[in-house]
């Protein structure tokens, strides 16, 4: 049995070599990688969530924390890739078009790399097209959106549209963000799910791959 | 390169008075002590005025400025006070400010029931289990007025149990010179010796002149006894303008200087370098009510002006904060409390007491201290200013970072994350969804919740069987020469 507290507090404390030699020292005790990601790497991120969620954690201290955990999973990558297996999810993100307001939607960008997501950043002022493009291109689990200003809000709905009329819609679960945005809304676009804070993403990109 | 002729601002800078205006205040002090006098009951005290130049007519006494001048001079600038152990620092000294808590406040907003009711003994130990556990409180008193011990020994009941769980500098009044006494006994327990709690003194002592112009019998004793013993003493009287004084704030800070004076020159002829702390209650009456507003610009005002006079006589001052006239913890409390926090700051006050006192002073929550501890926290932060340098300034970041990009991953950010952010314990920064998310509470209510887990909490007491002994042997020993026990 591996123990995974040493690599859990090397994710916590966002040291990046210590988390890179605690998953070289449980490969060659003959973990799993697939262990290895659950127990050890997204395991110390799950308490950084509970710790900024509780108020004792600071946002840079939580992408440090991100940061350190992909080290490790650089090296896990590569192993589960080899034995077919999938790893958690991918997502793809996007301020919509008409916005160029980045830094909600990069913190969510974070977030969810940092819980061992796949994110492809499609930036700002993402037209409509470039979504539907980039979810035929990386099929990914979660198509996310963000918008901070009430003019650029209604360009969510339109992707949608435009996804549905393509036909890519069904194979997605499409989430949205952003200050003016709200549950509402959401649904009356014909959103999956919607997060009011950047910090809820990560719950709710779960709760819609598991779903 | 270089940069040459700056100027720095260390922390915000602020004046209510030019130079010619404290000149012009104190001036008016000198002449009311000359010209007008103070009433004097007590008779050490005459004999001591008498002996030291000042002119007694019966109970009358004119006191020249030269005698003011003396006192004066002979009064320390520096008074460093820290707990029981050592730990713990209040340093009275111009331009340094620290916060703690009043005395003798009747009533206490229950922490469970929230009904207002007299204060118990229960109430000053909880009182000092919290303000333990607040970082920006550096002194701590009994704040309530215990109901259930007789009045005659409720000072060295105070002294006890507020120490019991809390190890910071004491803040206490005493009812009479041979309670004050047996006080400084108490401290001498855990001191070792009267030469030690004279070089380093856990005790700082409450008395009051009587406004206007007055000095009383027991107060006075107070006094003499602190000064004695060098044990550090504040003897502010309450001018209420129109009241107890006259209506313009400049009489009543002028008269209430004048009262605090007096006071000075009879501590130093006693004992010349003692340590007092300078520094008159000067506020408004409310003509409408009649209560002495412990809230509102007057107040603030008279504040203000204070720190400048303290600091042209050089000598330590005393400082209202964190207290309101409000009933409860609710809005007003919230303005007033820390309108009041930032001026004692601003104006440079050094013994800022009252924290958490509601009702202009007749009521007293733990709720309210917590708040005060909140606000204490904000106006520190504020306080420190705003440093610029290459560093803060941070152009070659800015150009590192550049257009559309973010600054959350820089090394910059963490390095100064916590100096130059502020963070509260008890005010809401969540937006809607997670506050409701985590059960919609009201600062009120993250007060209380924190409250009830600060006292109830098992925590060790800060004084040993030993030490508890020996103060009840003092306790014992005075409620014997009282008649109050065989």
Known sequence: MVSYDALNEGVITGDGGVVQAEVNKALSEGAGARDILVKGLIGGMSVVGERFGAGDMFLPEVLMSAHAMHQGLDIVKPLLAESGEKALGSVVIGTVEGDIHDIGKRIVGFMLEGNGYEVTDLGTDVKADAFAQAVEEHKPDILGMSAMLTTTMPNMGKTIDLLKEKGLRKGIKVMVGGAPINEEFAKSIGADGYGPEAGSAVDLVKKLVAS | ?486
């Open chain 2, 1 to 486: 390169m270089i940069r040459v002729n700056q100027k720095l601002n260390k922390t915000p800078y602020f004046e209510i008075l030019s130079e010619d205006q404290v000149y012009a205040i104190h001036s008016a002090s000198l002449e009311i002590l000359e010209r007008t006098g103070m009433n004097v009951h007590n008779e050490k005290a005459l004999k001591i005025f008498g002996e030291g130049g000042a002119y007694i007519e019966g109970a009358r006494v004119r006191i020249p400025p030269v005698m003011v001048e003396q006192a004066l001079k002979s009064a320390p600038s520096r008074i460093l006070v820290t707990g029981r152990y050592g730990k713990g620092k209040v340093l009275l000294e111009r331009n340094v400010a620290n916060y703690g808590l009043g005395t003798d406040v009747p009533n206490h907003i229950d922490p469970y029931t929230h009904k207002i009711r007299p204060t118990v003994l229960k109430d000053i130990e909880n009182t000092g289990k919290v303000v333990q556990k607040c970082d920006n409180v550096d002194f701590t008193s009994n704040s309530g007025l215990a109901s259930d011990v007789r009045p005659e020994m409720q000072d060295l009941y105070h002294y006890k149990v507020g120490s019991t769980y809390c190890d910071k500098p004491f803040f206490t009044s005493a009812a009479n010179g041979e309670n004050m006494k047996a006080l400084i006994d108490m401290a001498t327990v855990f001191a070792g010796s009267y030469e030690n709690l004279r070089k380093a003194p856990s005790l700082i002592v409450y008395g009051e002149p009587v406004s206007p112009l007055a000095l009383d019998q027991e107060a006075t004793e107070v006094l003499l006894v602190c000064a004695e013993h060098k044990i550090p003493v504040v003897f502010p009287p309450m001018v209420q303008t129109g009241a107890t004084g006259p209506i313009t704030l400049a009489g009543g800070i002028a008269q209430g200087n004048a009262e605090t004076l007096a006071s000075l020159v009879l501590h130093q002829l006693k004992s010349p370098g003692a340590p007092f702390i300078w520094g008159p209650f000067v506020s408004q009456m409310d003509m409408k009510t009649t209560i002495c507003t412990y809230g509102g610009p007057v107040f603030i005002k008279a504040q203000a002006a204070l720190g400048q006079i303290s600091r042209f006589y050089n000598i330590p001052t005393f400082g209202f904060a964190g207290c309101t006239d409000s009933i409860a913890v609710d809005a007003q409390c919230g303005i007033e409390m820390l309108w009041s926090i930032l001026i004692n700051a601003l104006a440079g006050l050094n013994l800022c007491h009252d924290i958490g006192y509601l009702n202009s002073g007749l009521l007293f929550s733990l709720e309210s201290l917590l708040l005060a501890d909140e606000s204490i926290s904000a106006v520190n932060h504020f306080m420190g200013g705003i440093e610029i340098n290459d560093e803060t300034l941070a152009t070659d970041l800015i150009n590192k970072v550049g257009p559309e990009n973010n600054f959350l991953t820089e090394e910059h950010t963490l390095r100064f994350l916590k100096k130059e952010g502020w963070y509260p314990q008890f005010l809401n920064r969540k937006n809607y969804e997670a506050w409701k998310a985590a059960g919609s509470k009201t600062v009120n209510q993250r007060l209380e919740e924190k409250v009830h887990q600060v006292i109830e909490e098992d925590v060790p007491p800060q004084i040993s069987t030993d030490e508890m002994k020996e103060l009840d042997k003092i306790i014992a020993q005075r409620e014997k020469k009282l008649g109050l026990r065989d």
